[in-house]
């Protein structure tokens, strides 16, 4: 496709565009009375205008209900998390008796290390990427010692090359083997919050299983990107947050997979807790835990209805759009803001280096050499909302659920007015 760096053309691609109307089904932030080009849907996606009516149906509910609420809601919230699973399954490739949603991300992956992180004294590696996300080598690392390991010896990182932008996954999977029968399990970004690159997911899933280990993925910036397959692909377990690509509100609710052959276990080591109980059992009290047939078996407290209503409302969206149609556009989008970048840098005499490899979803990462942070002050104050790394990277997400061709113009011509 031959792209051009014109407003006509831009709004010629909007026109075409079959998820146009969906830019105004999101609420936007404004400068200076306009609103913004929106590109950290990576980082925190924009509230869907539904979201407000289902918080408020369940305040509304409260007061007119109380405790009675849990089961006599329009949605009661005894089992309100179960309507997730149908239009979650989708999204990640799961059977829907494979997600749930329940607490946080850095807590879901904690509490599905107790299942899949086992060591023994022959097996206790974790194979991880180099410079995950902090929070992630946080997690890894307090579970190693947990178990009374050193972080030093029991975490292997696989790194990239020197010179090197993204991790190849040939060095992931000989890493693995070199790990071989210590490995006790892989556990990676699938989507690299950095570079934005996309893991051979399937790849590295089955190398993992090669070597007897589990295999578990961080999806933080996975979910609602790119296309998954976790049951297919045969990946023990998965968490995600919502916040990001899936629009659900700050600090929301995180989604969790756990594949069926885990299902109905009683003795998988677990921690526990009556929402995780057989549901039509759970109000009799029992003294003994059984587990519900699903990944619900992993939810331990009642349900935070309050924070799952906006990530509800968001998921409605992607029932209705679909991952299929999300990527296409993602894919064309992506591609004229690289165009457009390459464009302006040809302008100007910039140099804008992608360093986002082409097995990429929404995220471009971009180094702006030989620019400071001035450059990201002025794009902030002219209204468009990028993310800033240092030393000079700025990561560019245009979602395809609310960006238009014609915002990746508008970036253009704002950058091009800086130089
Ligand atoms: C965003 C992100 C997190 C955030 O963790 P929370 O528990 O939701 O605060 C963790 N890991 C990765 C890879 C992320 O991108």
């Given at each position: ?15 075409q565009?079959?998820l ?25 996606g ?39 699973a149908?239009k979650?399954?989708?999204?990640v ?6 997600v ?6 850095t ?15 022959q097996r ?27 972080p ?15 991790f ?6 000989a ?24 893991l051979?997911m ?29 049951h ?18 700050p600090?929301n ?49 009642n ?62 990462s971009?180094f ?12 902030m104050q ?16 245009p979602?395809?659920?609310y ?6 113009f ?10």
């Open positions: 496709m031959q792209f051009r760096n014109t407003q006509e053309y831009a709004q010629h691609l909007d026109q565009d079959p146009r109307s969906y830019k105004d089904q999101f609420l936007f932030p404004k400068v200076k009375g306009k609103e913004v080009i929106y590109f950290t849907g990576n980082s925190l924009l509230q869907p205008k539904n979201a407000k009516k289902f918080v408020d149906d369940i305040i509304n509910d409260w007061a007119e209900l109380a405790v009675e609420g849990h089961f006599q809601a329009e949605k009661p919230w005894w089992d309100y998390h179960e309507r997730f149908q979650l399954a989708p999204v490739g799961a059977k829907p008796a494979e749930t949603v329940m607490n946080t991300l807590v879901n992956l904690h509490l599905l290390m107790v299942s899949f992180y086992r060591p023994t004294k206790y590696k974790i194979v991880m990427e180099e410079k995950a996300f902090p929070s992630d080598q946080y997690m890894m690392a307090s579970q190693v010692r947990f178990h009374g390991l050193d030093e010896e029991a975490i292997v990182e696989v790194k990239k090359r020197s010179g090197e932008h993204s190849r996954t040939e060095d992931i999977r890493k693995i083997k070199e790990v071989g029968e210590e490995c006790a399990l892989v556990l990676m970004g699938g989507v690299n919050y950095y570079n934005g690159q996309v051979d399937e790849t590295i899933t089955r190398a993992g299983k090669e070597v007897g280990a589990f295999v578990g993925w961080d999806l933080a910036h996975a979910a609602g990107n790119v296309e998954l397959k976790l297919e692909w045969n990946v023990d377990f998965a968490a995600w947050c919502s916040y990001k690509y899936m629009n659900s509100g600090g609710a995180a989604g969790c997979f756990v594949h069926e052959q885990y299902h109905g276990q009683k003795d998988i080591p677990r921690f526990e807790g009556w929402w995780g109980h057989n549901k039509e059992r759970r109000f009799l009290m029992e003294p003994e835990f059984q587990p519900e047939p699903n990944a619900n078996a992993w939810q331990i407290s349900a935070p209805v309050l924070a799952l209503a906006p990530y509800l409302a968001s998921l409605e969206l992607f029932e209705e759009v679909g991952m299929s149609a999300l990527i296409e556009k993602r894919n064309k989008i992506v591609a004229y803001l690289e165009f457009i970048l390459q464009e302006i840098a040809k302008e100007v005499g910039g140099n804008f280096e992608v360093i986002t490899p082409k097995e990429r979803g929404t995220q471009l971009v702006l050499h030989g620019q400071g942070k001035e450059l990201f002050h002025y794009l002219n209204g468009v909302i990028i993310d800033w790394r240092e030393p000079n990277v700025i990561r560019l997400a979602a395809p659920f960006c238009s061709y014609t915002d990746m508008e970036f253009g011509q704002i950058i091009r007015n800086y130089f």
